[in-house]
């Protein structure tokens, strides 16, 4: 006859020990909990991000673009990013005190500081001064939240500039 040792635990009241099976059913139960709350917790964070800009500009002129965007109520805003194309041109972090900004040339250089950033919680304005044909091409708006999972959310709109030596 074989005797298997099974200790006791020392807080269990003399109750047998849970079964490895058990235990293993535990340990997945908890983690589909755990899943289902980060889907709802992403499914319930930014619900939506659009970009309106005027399809074609002329050269030398003054483009406006507008980042719409909504997030569930309790939820904060970690950076809203702006791509000319692939690569990032402007960066936005907004602070209790102070949004901290950040330019990238050579598309960010014609990025005019002063007129861009948040107008209101949901909106977002990007300023191109002097348009040129580099500033043509894809602007994504890229809006991330503030907590875990950073779920991130993005629209695009083409603009397209107008040269001055077109016959």
């Not at 990025?111 to 500033?135: D, W, Y």
Request: proline content about 8%.
């Amino acid at each position: 006859m074989i005797v298997k040792y099974i200790p006791k635990c020392a807080n269990c009241n003399d109750q047998p020990p849970v079964s490895p099976m058990v235990m293993v059913m535990s340990a997945c139960v908890s983690k589909l909990w755990l899943l289902l709350l980060l889907q709802v917790m992403v499914l319930n964070s930014i619900k939506q991000v659009s970009v309106q800009a005027p399809g074609l500009v002329p050269s030398g002129s003054q483009v406006i673009l507008t980042c719409s965007y909504s997030v569930s109520p309790g939820e904060y805003i970690d950076s809203i990013k702006w791509y000319l194309n692939t690569s990032e041109i402007y960066r936005i972090v907004p602070g209790l005190n102070r949004d901290r900004v950040l330019t990238f040339p050579p598309g960010g250089s014609s990025v005019s500081l002063p007129q861009s950033g948040i107008l209101k919680p949901g909106t977002h304005r990007l300023v191109i001064n002097n348009a040129s044909r580099e500033s043509a091409g894809s602007y994504i708006c890229q809006v991330t939240e503030s907590r875990p999972p950073f779920s991130t959310e993005q629209a695009a709109v083409r603009l397209h500039v107008l040269g001055q030596d077109i016959f």
